[in-house]
Structure formats: structure tokens, C-alpha cells
């Protein structure tokens, strides 16, 4: 199963039309759409999505233009994080489906011509996994407690947790076992919530059980990975604490961290990347790497270990066009010299939407609980994407996001499942506003999510905003998706390179020359700008008043131009 891509029909329309199938290096410049499943679409009519729905959908992101798919994690789990704990790396969980479904979804995607990308959940597994179980169940001495950072206690009688760190997720990052005979045990490291317990990647059980995770996937024909936590698989030698009073989590993302971002871990990929070039037909990993600047990315990204790393710098950038102009050119400049491809990305399953953040003032960060103004949120949105597809690289989409889809800020309490949420001192917590599932059509009580209800609360206004309110009206945010991926399509050059040449252009206003004869002007103001007119118009997010030689560029707006 590990062709089956080149198994495709190729006398099928959609065969024929492959945007990146048969092309070396298709990653390069692939736009690539996040799925989460369980938001995406409902197969069964359990309330919950599953394989079976995204396959269903497949033409929609097929006819919405992207190239490859990535699917949030659907393997066993408990789900006390939404599947990020993992108990099982080789089945599928029920509530998602089978074996067989995953195979029959990938095998339908490459018939479309999509490839896909699965998550890999490599830094913790689930306290449900079964290397875990019987390390508690074995007791101290368990050499499967090797595995995992299990740690004697401070104080006394080892009461107090081996060192100062915090999890993510809120509160301490260790918690304290019971020995089999009901004493009090030792202690195990979780960088995230206690159902989570982190692996000992200095072990080599755990890098040989994950290499061969990498091939039984890619084996099913997968084409690649989404890594996830992949700065976080390599802890300090000795795990020393960090001080700083309870305000370590304001520190994350500079360069002291001892349980992120270790050098270390650029081993494990190297080993990695000489399996994925086994495979055939250019198979890639992605890292989700959080790290204090783009240079220190750019080491996931060298020409022997990982292909693409999240570009977390943009998706944290306002939207202001001294400080977009400013990133972009540390992104590009710092991917130059290893050769990896720069990433755009707005939105994802672990940040409010960006028509949320944009509706709100600057400076408040990725989770937000506040409304803000949606109109203004949206005519950002829109602005935004067209900036981001002009831009060389590669590009993410989260689902939803081509409906102009803002954050559900008013989530009853009693509904949301993030587990950050409900630990103190922690994260804000307000992911589940991200994850509501989308909406489908104008009618239904899920707008046709599935015919079993929505297992977070779909907001009465979404059906307005569903696929099927927005298709075929060219004002609509779906429609101007549509075209932008399709301008980026027949455009090849568009994505490729590492440069843009920057145009003079008003303050606030961004304005670049890409692939000789394409311009793409932002204007980030909230007022009207006149300019020199660029060229032909070729898509708007909002459109100009054109004369003969100026045009005016309406607040919050982006214009493609050829010229």
C-alpha cells in the first residue's frame, strides 16, 4: 500500500487535473488544509465527525483547490486531550472509525489527487498506553519506567515533586504515583496534562517502537507527518529546575527552557528523514516546533532532517504592515540557508480563528473569549489570506477558516472539553471555540454536520456562513478561497522561490512584486489608500475603485494584480 498515489485511475477527470501528484517536491509550495476530525463532518450520526465523514468531503477540498490534507490525531485514545494522548499509534480509535476506513480514505484522497498527512503524537503517550500501564502496574525497578521519566520525590518522604516545572497545561508537571502495595511512589513528568506522561527519548525502545510507527503509516500509503511537540522530545541532562517563582510559563519561548527546543532532538529526525526517503514519492514531516526565534526553526528544517516547520512567528504577527513585512522577510531570510521552504499560517485547532483575533485589539494573544467587532474581523480575515497565498512557501488552512468562520467566544462552560480550561494557572484554555464543528448546509440541527447533532454547540448565525449558503456567490469568503487557490494553481511560480521584491507603497500599506509579473498590494489601514494602479485586477478581497492610473485600495484589503 505504499503507492497509492501512482495506483490513481488516471483517466479520471480529477486524475487528470492533479495539482501536486506526480511532482517532485510538491511540498515546497503545497497548500495544505488541516482537518479535525471530530469537527469535520459526522459519517455515522453519533454527533461526533470520523473518517468516514472526511472521506465524504474529500470532492469539497478537492474542488476548494488544496493540494494535501493533514488530519488531527484519530488513533486510540482516551481522549482526555482530544486524542493527543495516545494509547495505541497503530489503531484507529472507534469513535473515529477502523483501520479499514483510514485505508479507504487515503486511498480515495490519492484518486482525487490530495495527499495526506497524519498527525504524530511523539513527546507523550496517553497514561493509557501499554508500556505505561505496566510500569505502574510493575512497580519501582519496572524497566518499562525507563521508558518514561519516572523520578523520586524531594523533602522527606519525597513528597514534593523531583523540580520546579509546570505543565503546559497548568499546575505542576509531575504527578505522584502509588506503588502496588498502596504506598506512596515515585513521580512522572507531563509536560501537559497527567493523562499525558512524557516519553524518555533518550531510551532507545522509544526511538525504535517510532520508527517503526513512521513505517507502518507510511506503509498505508500516508505521505507524511505532522510532528507534533517536535521541540519538545529532549529534556535537559539532570531535568534542572528553572526557578523564576510560578512565572515560568511567562518565559516560554526564549532559549532557557530545559524541556524544550534541546539540541538533541535533531538526531531523532535525522533518523526519521532517512526513513521517509525510503518511500517513494517524496514523503514529509512537518514539525510543530514553538521555538524563541525563525533561525532557531530553520534547524528542524535542515536538507537531512525535516521538510517543513509551522511558522508560529506570522501566525502571532498583527496585522500592521510594518510588522508583516518585518516577519516575512526574517522567515524567508532565515529558510534561505538551509534550503526548506517557508510556512504561512492564520489558524489552527489550538488558537482562536483569525477572524476572531483580528476583530479584537492587538497585543492580546492567540486565545481569546472576546467577540470583538466580526465585521471588521472578517474584512481582516479575507485581507489576510490573500496576503498569506501571494507569499513563497508553503501555506496552511484550517477547516473552516474559507467560510469566514469567526471563534464561538460564548461557549457555556459546562460544554467545553479542553483540559487546559479547567486547570488553574494554566493556558486560558479556550480551544474548544476553535473546534465547534462546521457547518454544511442552511438546514439542520447540525447544518449538516451529521444527522445526530454536534457535539459542541453550533451557533445559530453559522447557517448563513455553511458551504451551501456560500457557494456561488462571488462575494462570499468560500467563493474567494476558491479563486485565490485557483489564480495560485495556474500560477506555479506564485509559491515557489524564497524572495518577494518590495514595491514603494504608503505606510500601512504592503506592496510586492512575486513571480515577474504577479503584484499582490495589503492595505492594512483602516482607511481608503490611493496608489499608482499595478496592473490588470485579478482578485479582491474587497474591491478598489480603479481609474486610469490610480486605484483606491479600500481599508483592510488585499489585491492581486498581473502586470
Not at 497548500?31 to 453519533?46: C, E, H, L
Request: hydrophobic share 40%.
Amino acid at each position: 500500500m505504499t503507492q497509492h498515489l501512482a495506483d490513481a485511475t488516471a483517466g479520471t477527470d480529477a486524475a487528470a487535473d492533479r495539482s501536486t501528484a506526480d511532482r517532485p517536491g510538491w511540498w515546497r509550495d503545497a497548500v495544505i488544509y488541516q482537518v479535525y476530525p471530530r469537527s469535520f463532518a459526522d459519517g455515522n450520526g453519533d454527533g461526533m465527525g470520523d473518517l468516514e465523514g472526511v472521506r465524504s468531503r474529500l470532492p469539497y477540498l478537492r474542488h476548494l483547490g488544496v493540494d494535501a490534507v493533514w488530519l488531527s490525531p484519530f488513533y486510540a485514545s482516551p481522549q482526555a486531550d482530544a486524542g493527543y494522548d495516545v494509547s495505541d499509534y497503530r489503531a484507529i480509535d472507534p469513535m473515529f472509525g477502523t483501520l479499514l476506513d483510514a485505508d479507504a480514505l487515503i486511498r480515495d484522497a490519492h484518486e482525487l489527487g490530495l495527499r495526506i498527512i497524519v498527525d504524530l503524537v511523539p513527546n507523550h503517550s496517553s497514561d493509557q498506553h501499554e508500556w505505561f500501564k505496566r510500569a505502574l502496574k510493575e512497580g519501582p525497578g519496572s524497566a518499562l519506567r525507563d521508558r518514561y521519566h519516572f523520578r523520586s520525590g524531594k523533602g522527606t518522604d519525597g513528597e514534593l515533586p523531583p523540580n520546579d516545572w509546570e505543565s503546559i497545561f497548568g499546575g505542576p508537571a509531575w504527578t505522584r504515583t502509588t506503588n502496588p502495595d498502596g504506598t506512596p511512589g515515585d513521580w512522572y513528568l507531563h509536560l501537559f496534562a497527567p493523562e499525558q506522561p512524557d516519553f524518555n527519548w533518550e531510551h532507545p525502545a522509544v526511538a525504535d517502537e517510532f520508527r517503526s510507527i513512521l513505517r507502518f503509516w507510511l506503509d498505508m500509503g500516508t505521505d507524511g507527518f505532522r510532528v507534533d511537540v517536535a521541540h519538545g522530545l529532549v529534556k535537559a541532562e539532570g531535568l534542572p529546575d528553572i526557578g523564576g517563582d510560578g512565572e515560568q510559563l511567562k518565559l516560554l519561548g526564549n532559549d532557557v527552557m530545559p524541556f524544550f527546543d534541546q539540541d538533541g532532538v535533531h538526531e531523532i529526525y535525522r533518523s526519521w528523514r532517512r526513513i521517509l526517503d525510503e518511500y517513494p514519492g517524496d514523503r514529509i514531516a512537518v514539525a510543530e516546533a514553538w521555538t524563541p526565534t525563525v533561525e532557531r526553526t530553520a534547524h528542524y528544517v535542515r536538507p537531512d532532517e525535516l521538510h517543513q516547520a509551522f511558522n508560529f512567528q506570522y501566525l502571532g504577527t498583527h496585522w500592521d504592515a510594518a510588522e508583516l513585512r518585518e516577519v516575512i522577510d526574517t522567515s524567508l531570510g532565515a529558510m534561505r540557508p538551509v534550503g526548506a521552504p517557508a510556512t504561512w499560517v492564520l489558524s489552527n485547532h489550538d488558537v482562536t480563528r483569525h477572524a476572531t483575533r483580528f476583530a479584537n485589539p492587538a497585543g492580546l494573544g492567540t486565545q481569546l473569549r472576546e467577540a470583538g467587532d466580526r465585521a471588521l474581523g472578517l474584512r481582516r480575515a479575507r485581507a489576510a489570506t490573500l496576503l498569506m497565498l501571494a507569499l513563497p512557501g508553503s501555506a496552511y488552512l484550517y477547516q473552516g477558516e474559507e467560510l469566514g468562520l469567526p471563534d464561538v467566544t460564548d461557549l457555556p462552560d459546562e460544554v467545553r472539553q479542553d483540559p487546559s480550561f479547567w486547570r488553574a494557572s494554566g493556558q486560558d484554555g479556550f480551544r474548544d471555540g476553535c473546534r465547534v464543528p462546521i457547518p454544511w448546509t442552511v438546514e439542520g440541527d447540525s447544518y449538516g454536520f451529521g444527522t445526530g447533532g454536534s457535539w459542541l454547540p453550533q451557533p445559530a448565525a453559522w447557517a448563513d456562513l455553511s458551504v451551501e449558503a456560500q457557494t456561488g456567490d462571488p462575494d462570499s469568503t468560500l467563493e474567494l478561497y476558491r479563486s485565490a487557490l485557483a489564480v495560485r494553481r495556474e500560477q506555479p511560480a506564485l509559491g515557489a522561490g524564497d524572495v518577494v521584491e518590495w514595491l514603494d507603497a504608503p505606510e500601512g500599506v504592503l506592496a510586492f512584486r512575486r513571480a515577474g509579473s504577479f503584484v499582490c498590494t495589503a492595505n492594512t489601514t483602516g482607511e481608503a489608500v490611493r496608489i499608482p494602479r499595478p496592473g490588470r485586477q485579478l482578485l479582491a478581497s474587497a474591491e478598489p475603485l480603479t481609474g486610469d492610473a490610480e486605484v483606491e485600495l479600500p481599508a483592510d484589503s488585499t489585491v492581486w494584480w498581473a502586470v
